[in-house]
């Protein structure tokens, strides 16, 4: 068993067990943290930034992923300051271009994010790794992946593989929040070589 | 012979044997074979020196001893001729009759190979003489000059591998970590955490077994410190890894090096091979029942592999891709094991600190900053190349004592320090002291010793998308604020230059700097801010010119740039006619030249190709109407 630690959650003393997260000490008290790269069966991951949060320690202030950040004795962590919803603002509203789907459009409501200011490809993927990691951690297939690096960053099927697995397995399609993969099948992109679909960009 | 050496005495007596086998009066021609100087013809010369030798019948009367970087890259190829160290430049292959016939046999001077001071006029005898040596403190490329970096004797008898010795046999691990902590070292880097704190937390940490591990990635564009480190002393740099090593308690290092360092892998591999031949690494070093085993690991060049947790992640054959690292590396680093890891300089320090002291460390530098930094002074100055300088110099002393001031008497503009995500630095900030908290607080950062000397033909937009641009290419695009706040910020960024900006770009760009700096997963993506910050915080009148005016003051931003032929200087000589790619000049025999402005691509080969100076810039886009059929007016050739 590990020891119990309390800490302070927008000013609710909160009890969490040492190596929990921010974000899992959080959701056990009931206080809401927004996220999209997250899973509660995968390893976190760090990528959305959105579950960005304020936490005080050793008297300064500085902004963290909630989801990776393990609790501590005394730590003090603010969810929703003018800093954090700053941050949760502007992602969205560097995402909304990419794909302006259902939970993206309702996040960004919430932040007061403007659709269209930023202008970018409409992709349907925001490269959160769901998929790809879901489909490694848990399935253990391994049959998506992303290659390329930074801006040329995609998702692609592993054609050696995601023929004979995806069409029966679905597992990672109602993780997408943007709704790529489910547009990715239907263009029965799963056995184009992954060579192939880069040199198309 | 190979020799095995077991304990301090033994390390003393090879000492001995090879300074006796030396003798002090033979002539030795030193040459500089690292990177710069090889392109610029070193290796020419030194088949060339070995002809003339071998033709004197000197080959066995004469050493020709094959160094690293001697830092006054701009002057290479250099070479140092010992007794006597005369230090000559610019030494071409066809200079080697010379200086065998005249320097090496008659003991004369070839006043044409030692260094002009611009200034005055003189040659200068001595390396210390010249200012870009003069008001430098040499102590970690000071050996360079005089070490074969693929000869272990030559560290040797410089007292190489004494420190080592003392850790071992006369230290406990705690105290070498306290010594190091006591020092002040801090993290060469760039991030300058304190370097005998991350040993301590990395000693103290749970989980077995521990590393230590190098840092040769040095990825930023103009920046070779570390190479000259690593190709010209890398025992240096290995001696510093085996003592932290001991007093950390790790069985295995990494040494990291950029695939593109070819030459610094060829060295360290060789020094690891050397060292471990002669009981100085591998199992049971130096007979003190210590053993410690060093691998070399090869980038595949991505720049964001410098990141610590990127770097352990390639070392363990995955996309060298940063993870979260709330748990330090130091706790939690290569396959989640305590792992220390320190960029080449922070080793090269090690040594020195351990042999000499804690306290005469401190006795360098600055209270926070102890020791000396090296720099590679690039851009618009007159000196360019390696330089160490004590911490706490100031900015001023650097570039203008050191480095000669700016090139064709051209105004200061700004230096930008720390590679492409550091800050731009104005003039008024010329005598702030350079170390870690200084450099800070002005919205740059020591980096990793990148020093880029801009002058009045620099545009700062410009230069800004430029940086910005090879962070957005080099982003491993895992993080949002890093991959789309970039693309964002690189899209702004070209409008300006452009002249399609509007002053809300500018807000927005101050905003995805914010996100930049306060969210992204590591550091590539939080230092990206401090381009785009310190170029609007100090150069605001730039962007506006650029939003408000249409006007780049640099003269640089094409769009904003037309080229105009005056024809008050123009000679009708069709040069810049000829040389128009795209045939936009119009023009004939005692008739001035005129530039279609609807054609003309803003290349700029008219500007650069004119004999008279009549090609000239206009920012804004806007020449006087161009007046065609109009006769030259006859003038005396311009030089």
């Known amino acids: 068993m590990s020891r119990e630690v309390t800490l302070e959650i927008d000013g609710r003393k909160v009890k969490a067990r040492e190596g929990m997260t921010i974000l899992e000490a959080a959701r056990e008290a009931g206080i809401e943290i927004p996220t999209l790269c997250y899973h509660e069966k995968l390893k976190p991951y760090g990528a959305c930034r959105l579950c960005t949060v304020e936490i005080v320690r050793e008297g300064r202030s500085r902004l963290v992923a909630s989801c990776a950040y393990p609790v501590e004795e005394g730590l003090i962590v603010k969810t929703e300051t003018e800093l954090v919803r700053k941050v949760r603002k502007l992602i969205l509203e560097l995402l909304l271009p990419l794909a302006p789907t259902g939970p993206i459009k309702s996040l960004a409501k919430k932040y007061g994010a403007k659709e269209g200011r930023f202008k970018a490809e409409l992709t349907s993927c925001i490269l959160c790794g769901l998929c790809v990691r879901f489909c490694a951690e848990d399935t253990g297939a391994h049959a998506i992946c992303f290659v390329g690096r930074g801006a040329e960053r995609q998702v692609a099927f592993v054609p050696e593989v995601a023929p004979n697995i995806c069409p029966t397995c679905r597992e990672c399609y109602e993780l997408c929040p943007g709704g790529k993969i489910v547009e990715a099948e239907s263009e029965s992109m799963l056995s184009i070589p992954i060579s192939e679909k880069i040199s198309k960009k | ?639």
């Open chain 2, 1 to 639: 012979m190979t020799w095995r050496i077991r304990g301090k005495k033994m390390l003393e007596k090879i000492r001995s044997e090879i300074l006796s086998r030396r003798e002090p009066s033979k002539p030795c021609i030193a040459i500089c074979v690292s990177t710069g100087c090889t392109s610029l013809g070193s290796l020419e010369l030194v088949e060339r020196l070995k002809e003339e030798l071998e033709k004197r019948g000197l080959t066995d009367k004469v050493d020709l001893k094959l160094t690293g970087c001697l830092g006054f890259c701009e002057l290479g190829p250099r070479l140092t001729i010992y007794p006597g160290e005369i230090p000559y430049f610019k030494v071409k292959p066809e200079d080697a009759e010379d200086i065998v016939s005249q320097t090496i046999i008659k003991g004369q001077i070839i006043e044409r190979l030692l260094y002009v001071d611009p200034s005055t006029g003189e040659r200068i005898r001595r390396l210390e003489d010249i200012p870009f040596y003069r008001y430098q403190y040499r102590l970690l490329l000071e050996n360079n000059a005089k070490i074969d970096p693929k000869n272990i004797e030559d560290y040797i008898a410089l007292g190489g591998y004494q420190a080592l010795a003392k850790a071992l046999f006369e230290m406990k691990p705690e105290e070498i970590v306290e010594e190091i902590k006591r020092s002040g070292l801090r993290g060469r880097g760039g991030g300058g955490f304190p370097t005998g704190v991350k040993w301590e937390t990395t000693r103290n940490a749970p989980g077995e077994p521990k590393y230590v591990l190098v840092n040769c990635d040095e990825g930023d564009p103009g920046a070779f410190m570390d190479r000259a480190l690593m190709e010209g002393n890398p025992h240096l740099v290995l001696e510093g890894l085996i003592i932290g090593a001991y007093a950390i308690g790790a069985s295995q290092g990494y040494v990291y090096v950029r695939e593109e360092y070819p030459l610094a892998v060829k060295n360290i591999t060789l020094a690891i091979q050397q060292a471990q031949e002669h009981g100085l690494l591998g199992e049971d070093i130096m007979g003190s029942g210590f053993s410690f085993h060093v691998k070399v690991h090869r980038g595949a060049g991505a720049f964001v592999s410098g990141e610590s947790t990127a770097l352990m992640s390639a070392i363990e054959g995955r996309v060298g891709e940063p993870r979260l690292k709330y748990i330090h590396t130091a706790v939690k680093g290569l396959w989640d094991k305590p792992s220390c890891l320190n960029n080449v300089e922070t080793w090269a320090n090690v040594p020195y600190i351990i042999l000499r002291g804690a306290d005469w460390f401190r006795s360098i530098g600055t209270p926070d900053s102890p020791g000396t930094k090296i720099f590679s002074l690039v851009g618009k100055v007159k000196n360019t190349g390696l330089v160490e300088v004590p911490m706490g110099i100031t900015l001023r002393d650097i570039i203008f004592k050191i480095g000669g001031g700016i090139r064709e008497g051209k105004k200061f503009k700004a230096v930008q320090t720390g590679g492409p995500s550091g800050g731009f630095i104005p003039e008024q900030y010329l005598d702030t002291p350079v170390d870690f908290d200084s450099l800070t607080k002005l919205g740059s950062m020591m980096g990793s010793g990148g020093m880029i000397v801009m002058d009045e033909d620099t545009c700062i937009v410009d230069v800004t998308r430029y940086y910005v641009d090879f962070l957005f290419q080099e982003s491993c695009g895992k993080c949002v604020p890093c991959r789309e706040g970039l693309k964002q910020a690189r899209k702004i960024l070209n409008h300006i230059c452009e002249g399609k900006g509007t002053m809300e770009d500018l807000e927005t760009l101050q905003d995805l700097s914010e996100l930049l700096r306060n969210a992204s997963l590591c550091a590539l993506g939080t230092t990206a801010a401090n381009p785009i910050m310190t170029s609007i915080e100090y150069f605001r009148n730039e962007y506006e010119a650029h939003i408000l005016e249409k006007r780049c003051p640099a003269k640089v931003c094409k769009a904003l740039v037309a080229y105009y032929n005056n024809p008050e200087k123009c000679q009708a000589c069709g040069i810049c006619l000829r040389n128009c790619p795209v045939q936009a000049i119009s023009g004939e025999k005692d008739i001035v030249h005129v530039i279609n402005q609807d054609r003309c691509i803003r290349c700029g080969v008219c500007f650069a190709v004119c004999p008279f100076n009549a090609v000239e810039k206009y920012s804004p886009a806007t020449p006087p109407p161009a007046k065609y059929g109009v006769k030259v007016v006859r003038r005396k050739k311009e030089k």
